[in-house]
């Protein structure tokens, strides 16, 4: 895994140290990026905030992540008109459960998948798929606009220009994974 770091020199080096022993990278073109509290995000990337003295927490999620990705492909498998496709991460906008079906939707296709909601809001939180109500995940890289919304929810514009929810409590642990 490959990560883009922005936090003060002390920090920095601390966390040299540690991720040496690990699968992560650290790489200017990482679209994933680990961000100290008042440093700057970079733009297309999905950052991680931390507060310094929380930076270990913040590197365990990372290498668990990391671990459990080792040498993995960055595809799922879904099935559509009697075919199974591997279907790409990034191509995905959002998956939903619907009683016991869950449906992962992408720019061109709508697929089913044969593992929970919970399955794949662990397998894919490294891939920057979070979970924005109790029935559905949004990739967060096809987001286009966040907009506030009543009783301190927001609601996520995709790139496709399908709006989703985000619950109360989901929006709260969105605002604070966004730094908003």
Not at 60 to 66: A, D, F, G, T
Not at 76 to 101: C, M, Q, V
Not at 165 to 172: L, P, R, T
């Amino acid at each position: 895994m490959e990560i883009q770091l922005r936090c003060s020199e002390l920090i920095s080096e601390k966390i040299h140290r540690i991720i040496a022993k690990t699968e992560i990278t650290i790489s200017v073109d990482a679209k994933i990026a680990l961000v100290e509290r008042g440093f700057e995000i970079p733009p297309g990337t999905l950052a991680i905030i931390f507060d310094p003295v929380d930076y270990m927490d913040a590197i365990e999620l990372l290498s668990r992540n990391s671990e459990s990705k080792q040498g993995g492909p960055d595809t799922i498998t879904g099935f559509s008109n009697n075919r199974y496709w591997l279907i790409p991460i990034k191509d995905i906008y959002h998956i939903d459960a619907h009683g016991s079906e869950i449906i992962c939707h992408s720019d061109k296709e709508t697929y089913y998948l044969k593992n929970t909601l919970q399955y794949y809001g662990e397998t894919l939180s490294a891939h920057g798929i979070l979970r924005v109500n109790k029935s559905q995940l949004v990739n967060i890289m096809n987001v286009k606009e966040i907009i506030p919304w009543f009783n301190s929810k927001l609601v996520l514009v995709l790139k496709n220009n399908r709006e989703l929810e985000v619950s109360k409590f989901y929006a709260k642990v969105l605002r604070r994974t966004l730094d908003m």
